[in-house]
């Protein structure tokens, strides 16, 4: 019912800078967090940066004081603005948001379809 679709992947040379979208639609159900995954082929997946409605935020240590994330609430989007891109923030970046259901239903999550960030020289 929920659709995430994320935009702003590509290909950029180290030190240089991306800024991810991800907009949610066809939501019945609040959202609670949304935030960034990341997943580079052999590793494991990684939370990169959530973000709460009030604006509480938090990192992957690796990332502090590179990235930033913020969303609209108005328009169901989070962002990750990414500067002084490293290779090895090379990866797949997957948008999710975190559905309130109801009091006797766990939240869910959703997904987006992924976009790819690659940093080389």
């Known amino acids: 019912q929920v659709q995430l679709v994320e935009s702003g992947g590509g290909l950029v040379q180290p030190g240089g800078s991306l800024r991810l979208s991800c907009a949610a639609s066809g939501s019945d159900f609040d959202i609670d967090a949304m935030g960034w995954y990341r997943q580079a082929p052999g590793k494991q997946r990684e939370l990169v940066a959530a973000?709460?409605?009030?604006?509480?935020?938090d990192y992957t240590d690796s990332v502090k004081g590179r990235f930033t994330i913020s969303r609209d609430n108005a328009k169901n989007t989070v962002y990750l603005q990414m500067n002084s891109l490293k290779p090895e923030d090379t990866a797949v970046y997957y948008c999710?948001?975190?559905?309130?259901?109801?009091?006797?239903?766990?939240?869910?999550?959703?997904w987006g379809q992924g976009t790819q960030v690659t940093v080389s020289s």
């Open positions: 999710y948001a975190k559905l309130l259901i109801s009091q006797w239903v766990s939240p869910r999550t959703t």
């Open positions: 973000i709460t409605p009030g604006g509480s935020t």
